[in-house]
């Protein structure tokens, strides 16, 4: 049971450069979320969903996109990269219907942008 | 909008010593979860103790317990007998009752054990 699978753990980019950060779990949950984490700001929340189909923006949203086609896989997309983007990113799952399941989260990406 | 503070960014204790690291937090709502993760140095968030608002009782894990007070907002950490693997950030986090899969998240307290 591999539970929720990031990709890649870590990344450098060049500044106005495009990727695709990847997260998949394999427990049938509905909720997704990604956050970033920052020395000192603790983990936000940037985008969620719900269940397939329906995604929903958290607290720190402008920069990112998401989708979600499946419930397995829920991308986080980084249009044009900016270096106040540098941060840890954490996907995280958790089961619907019992809102106090914990999260399951990845193992982050580390990403820098130059 | 809710809010979570966790106003000690750093704390130490001595192994096989007793720390309580403190969390508070603001909302309107009556029905939420409150959540300590630990992320020891690999990275990994790891659940240590949930507490459900509607419960009165506080609630334990081994030598984690928690200190919930609802009217005065204040969700703190208790560890005992701590151990070196202890050492790691903690962060505080709430869940809003009606909003599955959005946790808010503390500053986070860097926790060192000295033997």
């Known amino acids: 049971n591999a539970g929720v699978t990031q990709t890649p753990k870590f990344q450098v980019l060049k500044t106005g450069q495009s990727m695709t950060l990847q997260c998949a779990q394999d427990m049938n949950h509905e909720y997704m979320s990604w956050y970033r984490q920052d020395p000192g700001m603790g983990l936000r929340l940037i985008h969620y969903s719900v269940g397939a189909g329906i995604t929903d923006q958290g607290e720190v949203p402008n920069g990112y996109n998401v989708s979600r086609s499946t419930t397995e896989d829920f991308p986080l997309r980084l249009l044009s990269a900016a270096p106040s983007q540098t941060s840890v990113y954490f996907c995280?799952?958790?089961?619907?219907?019992?809102?106090?399941?914990?999260?399951?989260f990845g193992d982050g990406t580390r990403l820098s942008i130059l | 909008a809710q809010t979570v503070t966790q106003s000690q960014p750093e704390m130490s204790v001595q192994e096989a010593e007793t720390v309580t690291l403190s969390c508070t937090y603001d909302?309107?709502?009556?029905?939420?979860?409150l959540f300590w993760y630990k992320q020891p140095p690999s990275r990994q968030m790891i659940l240590v103790i949930r507490?459900?608002?509607?419960?009165?009782q506080n609630a334990t894990e081994n030598r984690f317990s928690v200190n919930f007070q609802k009217a005065a907002k204040s969700f703190s950490l208790k560890i005992s007998d701590s151990q070196l693997g202890d050492a790691a950030m903690y962060f505080c986090?709430?869940?809003?009752?009606?909003?599955?899969?959005?946790?808010?998240f503390g500053q986070g307290t860097e926790l060192s054990v000295k033997p």
């Open positions: 986090a709430y869940l809003s009752y009606n909003q599955g899969g959005k946790l808010i």
């Open positions: 909302t309107s709502e009556s029905d939420y979860y």
């Open positions: 507490q459900e608002a509607y419960k009165q």
């Open positions: 995280a799952s958790s089961i619907t219907g019992t809102k106090n399941q914990p999260q399951h």
